[in-house]
């Protein structure tokens, strides 16, 4: 299975830079994970949307969208639960 390129946007990176320093690493970790399986278990397609995921990373959300023709992952937003869903894509 070919890897996927993965790019993130500059949202998810402030909302990063707002996290523990110490859950970063298991962030980190999820998001390399998906280059090579970009749909792993435990991720939900988001309602009304065509190519926008969702895995849960302890307490916090991870929304992301994948392109399987370009071989592609877009990093949007990494929220605590509480704040994940409010958000607009």
């Known amino acids: 299975m070919a890897s996927y390129e993965v790019r993130w946007k500059a949202s998810a990176v402030k909302d990063l830079k707002k996290i523990e320093p110490k859950r970063i690493p298991r962030i980190i970790e999820s998001v390399e994970s998906l280059r090579i399986d970009p749909f792993p278990s435990g991720s939900h397609k988001l309602r009304k949307t065509e190519r926008i995921y969702r895995i849960r990373i302890g307490e916090y959300r991870l929304l992301y969208e994948v392109d399987?023709?370009?071989?592609?992952?877009?990093?949007?937003y990494i929220r605590h639960r509480r704040e994940a869903y409010r958000i607009r894509i």
Request: net charge positive; hydrophobic share 45%; glycine share 0%.
């Open 68 to 76: 399987t023709q370009a071989k592609k992952i877009i990093i949007y």
